[in-house]
């Protein structure tokens, strides 16, 4: 009777404090779930450096050396996919400027327990574990003891953001600039010669958004300003456009992203794009036809210029962005109120690249798509495109926003084997905001392994290092490194 009395207090202490009685949570077998994987990550995946060539990081702060005060600031600052968790469980108004850092952090510790299923889960304590080596399950029993430890640890000057970076291995990492930015802190981490490359990414968004002429009109004047081209019609444009294009590429820029909810494709003429951007300077809302044509215009001039300067292009499709017009109007854009979109139109994607393909006019391209019912269309969409010149030339991007989970991942990765070659991919990038992101290589990366180590326990892959090492070193970091060519 004592001994259950005694087991049973053993259990509320453990399911109270969030312990695991038989070893941690993250550990070395995490994700992992057969010999095979195990030996497959430790042998040809784990000590690979990152290259992440997608993510939002502010290159401000890491050509500061920022240090954040706390894990509230760390996780909380700039995380949508933590805002919509915390909404969802009820306890997060992002509009409260009078809670403390560890206040939020305490709401945030709260909802975890209740993400279970989610990524979300796993990332919170792989980056507890591999950043700040805490194997505790966080929860709102745990969360002053884990918050007060991170702090002690985020004053020391080997948790400063570079210092973050060089703990997960980073190489290279690319963030997404505004073709207006004068990418004055990439210049600047270049003289330092940081040794972690950090590099631009040409995003041209904002001369592709017609929807409020006004808004047009205020960014073309920004064009105008750091290009000092006074912009009037599709050739000036193009020349500002140009101009940027060739700044970035001499800062180091490789890659330029688009994102966009879906293709366009139709023929037009120069005059027509002339009148249609003659009208948004007056003020105009354009029709949907001429939005369509002055988008097929810009986007393939763009493409044009990435092939000029051999560059690889991405495209980041499906997204329906500011669901919420009150919140979008409160906090802005980037906040958490976006959803996944329909399926693609195969027929404009194919116009749009068969457009550019008769001029040999089609440089490397990376389609990665938000909805996953679109794997498919766009897995056979790239095999159309490759010229059998270029390896891998048309690439499947990693799963993405939504999708960067384990199901999501899975799904990407038996698509692309039984519909392309998944020997070329180029793998993961974080897509994130966040510096302690650089986990989900990790998580990928195990992942990734355990999909291949269950193929081979079964005999769908031979158990051949020389199919299996180049293979996993491949879609971990070799991929990458040869297609970037940076």
């Not at 962005?321 to 109120?337: L, P, S, V």
């Amino acid at each position: 009777m004592i001994l259950i009395v005694k087991l049973n207090k053993i259990f509320i202490f453990v399911f109270e404090h969030g312990f695991k009685l038989m070893g941690n949570f993250i550990n070395q077998s995490f994700l992992l779930s057969n010999k095979s994987s195990k030996d497959f990550f430790d042998l040809y995946s784990k000590k690979l450096p990152i290259i992440d060539f997608h993510n939002h990081l502010s290159p401000k702060l890491i050509a500061e050396d920022h240090q954040y005060n706390n894990l509230g600031q760390l996780w909380l600052d700039d995380d949508h996919y933590k805002w919509r968790a915390m909404r969802a469980n009820g306890v997060y108004d992002q509009n409260n400027n009078t809670e403390t850092d560890k206040q939020r952090f305490i709401k945030w510790a709260d909802t975890v327990p209740k993400t279970v299923g989610n990524p979300l889960y796993h990332w919170t304590h792989l980056e507890l574990a591999r950043y700040f080596d805490i194997h505790q399950l966080l929860s709102a029993q745990t969360a002053d003891k884990i918050y007060e430890e991170t702090k002690e640890k985020l004053r020391s000057t080997s948790f400063s953001v570079r210092n973050l970076l060089r703990m997960q291995n980073v190489e290279l990492l690319c963030t997404t600039d505004d073709i207006v930015d004068d990418l004055r802190f990439h210049k600047q981490l270049k003289m330092e010669e940081f040794e972690i490359s950090v590099l631009p990414t040409f995003r041209a968004d904002n001369i592709l958004k017609t929807e409020d002429p006004q808004q047009f009109i205020s960014y073309v004047e920004k064009l105008e300003a750091v290009t000092s081209i006074d912009i009037s019609n599709l050739q000036t444009l193009l020349e500002a456009v140009e101009k940027r294009h060739a700044y970035f590429h001499d800062h180091g820029c490789r890659l330029s992203d688009t994102g966009i909810s879906r293709f366009y494709f139709m023929s037009y003429t120069e005059s027509e794009i002339n009148s249609i951007i003659k009208k948004l300077f007056n003020r105009q809302v354009i029709s949907e036809e001429e939005d369509e044509k002055y988008k097929a215009c810009i986007m393939s001039e763009l493409a044009r210029m990435n092939h000029k300067r051999g560059w690889v292009q991405q495209y980041h499709l499906g997204p329906i962005r500011n669901n919420n017009r009150r919140k979008f109007n409160e906090i802005g854009a980037d906040t958490g109120f976006d959803s996944i979109g329909g399926t693609q139109d195969p027929q404009k994607i194919a116009d749009f690249f068969s457009h550019l393909d008769e001029d040999d006019q089609l440089c490397k391209t990376i389609l990665y798509n938000l909805n996953p019912a679109d794997n498919e269309m766009i897995i056979t969409m790239c095999g159309n495109f490759n010229d059998g010149k270029i390896v891998g030339k048309m690439q499947h991007g990693a799963a993405w926003w939504f999708l960067d989970q384990k199901a999501g991942i899975e799904k990407q990765l038996m698509d692309l084997s039984v519909l392309g070659l998944l020997r070329h991919f180029v793998g993961m990038v974080t897509d994130s905001r966040s510096f302690l992101s650089f986990t989900r290589h990790e998580y990928y990366r195990r992942i990734a392994c355990d999909f291949i180590g269950k193929q081979v326990e079964m005999g769908l892959i031979p158990n051949e290092k020389q199919i299996i090492k180049p293979l996993i070193e491949g879609i971990s970091y070799n991929n990458a490194k040869n297609y970037l060519n940076f």
